[in-house]
């Protein structure tokens, strides 16, 4: 099932400060558009739900979707509220003020919607919004397709998503997988739920002759077992812990991604929240203990956005009824305005 963001009250509103490039915000430039897939033609809105002429697919542009879904976490024994994620992550990016080409309007802001999961068929949510990812990387001008969880059961539509596009395997290209969590999510499991996710990756992959390359930044040792250490050596995962990281610092933190990158030619970004303190991301379902520092993450962020290859990202897990102050859902917005800036800064110097 895909619909529009609800809009009342509107998610894409905010201050307006003039009309002019030098007072663009998110809330602004954002163009809502009903993807294909919900039989809604070329029905479109512009930010705060006035009409809009219409936002071509082939002009430059970062396309914004939503998974309205917290069955996974459910399933997973979490706290559920994760589906109402993606209408708190477009409120807290609304405000943010925009520079350079978006600003300038060169480069558009598409939002396509949300796919949802209803009730608990996980596996029909994760269906649309596959669909709906595939629709949002193969659009002619996508520069980027971010994804609005959600719990992380995202991350297996998100892979659905580009496998079903145009890009990735399906042109031949090398691609990967970089998580920013304290947990694997290697689980296996007799269905499918928030914490099995990379399980069923390297599942799919091994049944084309592939090998999943998949790389996590944050791991917390304490929440992941014995068993799942071992099934991350037997994958190959490339891993640090949450003290690895900050032992290495930003500039390590770098280094890894690139090292990671190199050998690819599109890579998939997803970013759990609770990677991050409970400091600073309360509004979760397992905040963390120790987790990595925000100015870390946001470092492995940017060296992702500028690699030239960032395709796909998507940031989950952000449960609005446990945020304190809209902590988590600022934070997160922060970090998706950097990858995004960012993709267009390395699309140029590469």
Not at 70 to 92: H, I, S, T
Not at 217 to 244: C, H, K, M, Y
Not at 267 to 280: E, F, R, S
Request: with cysteine.
């Amino acid at each position: 099932m895909t619909h529009l963001p609800d809009t009342d009250p509107p998610v894409w509103t905010g201050r307006h400060d003039g009309d002019g490039p030098e007072h663009a915000r998110w809330h602004q430039a954002v163009q809502e558009v009903t993807a294909p897939s919900t039989g809604g033609g070329a029905a479109e809105r512009a930010g705060g739900g006035a009409p809009h002429a219409g936002a071509d697919p082939a002009a430059p542009h970062v396309a914004l979707l939503g998974f309205r879904s917290d069955e996974g976490v459910r399933r997973n024994r979490g706290r559920v509220g994760a589906a109402d994620g993606p209408a708190a992550l477009r409120r807290a990016l609304a405000p943010l003020a925009l520079h350079g080409q978006f600003a300038r309007g060169e480069v558009g802001l598409h939002d396509l919607g949300d796919a949802e999961t209803v009730g608990e068929d996980l596996e029909g949510g994760q269906a649309a919004a596959a669909a709906l990812t595939s629709h949002g990387l193969d659009r002619a001008g996508s520069a980027l397709a971010v994804v609005l969880g959600g719990g992380h059961e995202t991350a297996w539509s998100s892979y659905l998503g580009l496998v079903g596009s145009g890009i990735g395997p399906r042109a031949g290209q090398r691609w990967g997988v970089l998580n920013l969590d304290a947990h694997f999510d290697l689980r296996e499991e007799p269905h499918p739920t928030s914490g099995t996710p990379f399980a069923q990756m390297a599942a799919a992959e091994h049944a084309v002759g592939r090998e999943l390359r998949y790389a996590v930044l944050g791991i917390a040792e304490p929440s992941n077992t014995g068993v799942l250490f071992e099934r991350a050596r037997e994958l190959g995962v490339r891993w640090w812990t949450d003290e690895q990281c900050l032992a290495a610092g930003a500039e390590g933190l770098r280094s890894f991604v690139e090292e990671f990158t190199a050998e690819l030619d599109v890579l998939y970004l997803t970013i759990d929240l609770d990677v991050l303190p409970a400091a600073t991301a309360p509004g979760v379902s397992a905040p963390a203990a120790y987790g990595v520092p925000l100015p870390l993450i946001a470092a492995a962020v940017r060296a992702a956005a500028g690699s030239g290859k960032l395709a796909l990202l998507d940031v989950v897990e952000l449960n609005p009824s446990l945020d304190v102050d809209g902590r988590t859902a600022r934070t997160a917005a922060r970090l998706i305005d950097d990858a995004v800036r960012g993709v267009l800064d390395g699309a140029a110097a590469h």
